[in-house]
């Protein structure tokens, strides 16, 4: 289908095109590097659902080609479940993050080392059925999350794209728990109509003596509690965000991350009124033919055994 007038009026839209960024989500990212500093000190980074690539080139631009000669440039992995047109300084991968083979292929790379930051913008193809897609997007989320405790240094940094929705206070307190630090940030570039946020995840800090570990079968992600097995941290601390959804709270009671707004104002284009990203678009149900295949596949449980509605 070929783009409405209201995209091409788009103002990131179009600077994307003449900047030579391949989406306009190349924006967001360099909005929340300008406020919160991402990539300083970055010697090793993850691009997860990275196609078709916008943020790889942001990272290849600002970690590789950018740098001064005297410095090495960082390493860069790009993992997505289609196939991407090579980025200079960039590794990519066409892989699945929900499979535990992934996490291997990455560490290859980087010699064992871990990572500085792991980024995820991951977005599956949407069926329309709301409860459906918010339990999809959830385990994208979480898939990312996992991948992230498995690769990273104390100490760095986990950015990812969220929908705000009815959960959205419980994962900022159980993300309270992995990072020092945990902002929700909607950079202007996002746009206003969407429920589209990204939380910024700064200071590793796993607890002493845990160590995380990824499902062994594929598609097979961890329930949170399974993920947190081991690691001090009970069922009802891991709750808590739920349980306070639950009842009316005082407000300083209730846990809530942060929420900034960043990126220059000033060219904002408010005529953009349409919330879906191109890549969210497609319908897709088909658990072997999806690119999410899957999480599709729980969800078709889940639908069939009436787990969930819609
Ligand atoms: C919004 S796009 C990412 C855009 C990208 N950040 C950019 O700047 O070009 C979302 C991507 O998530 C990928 N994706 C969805 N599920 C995935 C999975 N399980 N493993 C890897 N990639 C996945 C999709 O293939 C899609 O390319």
């Known amino acids: ?37 991402l990539f300083e000190g970055v010697r090793r980074v993850v691009d997860l659902c990275a ?30 479940l289609q196939p991407m047109a090579p980025i200079n300084g960039v590794t990519t991968l066409q892989a699945d993050i929900t499979h535990p083979a992934t996490l291997e292929r990455i560490l290859t790379i980087f010699g064992g080392e871990p990572a500085d930051l792991v980024i995820s913008d991951g977005a599956p193809d949407v069926t329309g059925l709301h409860d459906l897609d918010e339990y999809i997007q959830a385990q ?28 959205i206070d419980l994962m900022y307190s159980q993300l ?50 399974e993920f947190f097995e081991g690691s001090g941290i009970g069922r009802d601390e891991l709750s808590i965000g739920k349980k306070l959804n639950e009842v009316e709270l005082d407000f300083e009671e209730r846990v809530i991350a942060p929420f900034v707004a960043c990126g220059d104002l000033s060219e904002y284009d408010s005529d953009a009124t349409y ?21 599709y596949k729980r969800a078709l449980e889940m639908k069939r055994n009436n787990e969930i509605r819609g």
């Open 51 to 80: 196609a078709p690539g916008s943020w790889s080139q942001v990272l290849s631009r600002e970690l590789h080609d950018n740098v001064e000669k005297d410095v090495t440039p960082a390493k860069i992995v790009s993992v997505d």
């Open 275 to 295: 919330t879906l990203e191109k890549s969210l678009t497609s319908v897709s149900l088909d658990p072997v033919q999806s690119p999410t295949a899957p999480p």
């Open 1 to 37: 289908m070929g783009k409405s007038s209201k995209d091409k009026r788009d103002l990131y839209y179009r600077k994307a095109k003449e900047q030579g960024w391949r989406a306009r989500s190349a924006f967001k990212l360099l909005q929340l590097d300008s406020q919160f500093h």
């Open 176 to 225: 309270g728990f992995l990072f020092e630090k945990v902002t929700c940030a909607k950079p202007r570039s996002s746009r206003a109509s969407s429920l589209e946020a990204f939380i910024v995840c700064q200071g590793y800090r796993p607890r002493p003596g845990w160590t995380p570990t990824l499902s062994d079968t594929v598609g097979g992600l961890k329930s949170t509690e």
């Open 140 to 167: 994208l989320i979480l898939a990312a999350l996992q991948l992230t405790t498995c690769l990273i240094r104390p100490g760095g940094s986990f950015v990812a794209k969220i929908f705000r929705g009815r959960d």
